[in-house]
């Protein structure tokens, strides 16, 4: 069974500082891995897949990495600004087979 | 680009009431996915679908029910209800491709 851990669990920056975002697992046989951003009371927003074949995906301020040999992924954000407030959850995916979230990591990001 | 559409956005119903969600995928996505998240948790799996077919089954109690159409739309079906089920009801859709998946807005659901 797979399981996700994210550290850590909550996070207070100041603007303008880089970040780096964890999260690790126990079964290295994924199909993908996702991150989101979740806002309170709001849906999921996808922001970064990255398939098994591969090792980063880039967007904007956002980079996530995945290593499946040691079981972890990152998500770094350059130059946090207060709008990227939110919980962040990795995901993972066994193909056709149902997303095992973590719990989250709840970022603020103090102007 | 289209997205995962759930239906409605809210809904209040009082305990032992029924209630049912509905979820339209993206267009050509075949397989759909129902999730549960209550306050400050992550959401919780509670079944699949792929070709309307159930693929896989999570934490669904039995008073709930899932189903998909022709359309591939999906329903999601939830009886007796209890207090306990007020949360955030999702509906994601993933295509054939492995291009991830993509959430719905979600539904939220107040038991009272």
């Known amino acids: 069974k797979q399981e996700v851990t994210q550290i850590p669990a909550a996070l207070s920056v100041p603007e303008g500082e880089n970040l780096v975002l964890n999260c690790s697992f126990t079964?290295?046989?994924?199909?993908?891995l996702q991150w989101f951003r979740q806002d309170p009371g709001k849906g999921l927003t996808s922001l970064l897949l990255?398939?098994?074949?591969?090792r980063e995906q880039t967007s904007g301020r956002l980079n996530a990495s995945l290593d499946k040999s040691s079981g972890r992924s990152t998500l770094y954000i350059a130059a946090s600004q207060p709008g990227d407030s939110a919980t962040y959850l990795c995901?993972?995916?066994?193909?056709?087979?149902?997303?095992?979230f973590g719990i989250g990591t709840k970022l603020q990001v103090i102007p | 680009a289209a997205g995962v559409i759930q239906s409605p956005r809210h809904l209040i119903k009082e305990k032992r009431e029924t209630a049912t969600l509905k979820c339209y995928p993206i267009?050509?996505?075949?397989?759909v996915y129902w999730y549960q998240q209550g306050p400050g948790q992550d959401p919780q799996f509670l079944i699949s679908?792929?070709?309307?077919?159930?693929?896989d089954k999570g934490s669904i109690p039995d008073r709930f029910s899932a189903q998909q159409f022709s359309d591939y739309h999906s329903e999601l079906n939830m009886s007796s209800l209890e207090l306990g089920d007020s949360a955030l009801y999702f509906c994601?859709?993933?295509?054939?491709?492995?291009?991830?998946?993509?959430f719905g807005s979600g539904t939220r659901l107040t038991v009272v």
């Open positions: 079964d290295s046989a994924i199909y993908n």
């Open positions: 679908f792929y070709e309307k077919m159930q693929s």
């Open positions: 995901a993972l995916s066994g193909g056709y087979q149902k997303v095992t």
């Open positions: 267009p050509r996505h075949d397989t």
């Open positions: 994601a859709s993933s295509d054939p491709t492995g291009g991830g998946y993509t």
């Open positions: 990255i398939q098994s074949s591969q």
